[in-house]
């Protein structure tokens, strides 16, 4: 199915079939990311005319080594509030044009448009799928193991953690470990041209790792599909 087609069909609720899977940019996720960098920028801005004016001319004039320190610790802020309006101009954008940001995955093609950019593959040319990053953590009972006495703070520790800080007593850093994230991206390899193709590389679409599995299904059932038409010839 040509692109154009895909997108058509997107316009009609009732023209979309039951086993495609549609995931439009999240509106939330957008707003949030906006704070995010707006808070980026404020941050970074207002360091660096906090330092800045503590350490211009004074620094400048005692000699190379302080002054390169201070370079490096103004551009670190400058680069921060940079880069954090950058994100920002590019979030407002999406946000403003949302209808145009999508990914659409059919039994048949994988189809994401980008603005006026679109990616379209045929999903029997969709391999080595590939989740990157660190997945959200199960929602579980703790086991017998991770509910043992030893596992439980004692007496020592909550002292300690008076004083220092729960997140440093051997628990705290437990659960901090255990909290941690890593940046997630879901891409695959077009086998038309051996190309990576960048699926996404956040969550304004929904989760990388979930989205990762469904089109690993899709691509692998398409995939069968050719391999058995191909067997019964």
């Known amino acids: 199915m040509e692109s154009d087609e895909i997108l058509a069909r997107l316009h009609n609720d009732d023209a979309i079939p039951s086993d495609w899977t549609v995931l439009p940019i999240l509106r939330a996720k957008l707003v949030t990311s906006l704070l995010e960098w707006l808070f980026g920028i404020i941050i970074g801005a207002g360091l660096f005319a906090l330092i800045a004016s503590i350490v211009i001319p004074s620094n400048y004039e005692r000699g190379v080594g302080v002054a390169i320190f201070s370079t490096i610790l103004l551009g670190i802020c400058l680069f921060i509030a940079v880069s954090s309006l950058y994100l920002f101009i590019v979030d407002i954008l999406r946000l403003s044009n949302a209808r145009q940001h999508r990914i659409v995955l059919t039994p048949d093609d994988f189809l994401k448009q980008t603005g006026k950019k679109i990616i379209h593959v045929p999903m029997v040319d969709v391999r080595y799928v590939t989740s990157r990053g660190k997945p959200q953590p199960q929602r579980t009972m703790p086991t017998a193991e991770e509910s043992s006495v030893g596992n439980v703070a004692g007496v020592g520790e909550n002292i300690s953690a008076l004083f220092v800080g729960r997140g440093m007593t051997r628990s705290g850093k437990r659960w901090r470990l255990n909290r941690m994230r890593t940046p997630a991206s879901v891409a695959f390899i077009d086998s038309r041209s051996d190309k990576e193709v960048l699926v996404l590389n956040d ?31």
């Open 203 to 233: 969550t304004t679409f929904g989760d990388p790792f979930a989205i990762g599995t469904v089109l690993k299904e899709y691509a692998s059932s398409a995939q069968a599909q050719v391999f058995s038409a191909r067997e019964e010839q």
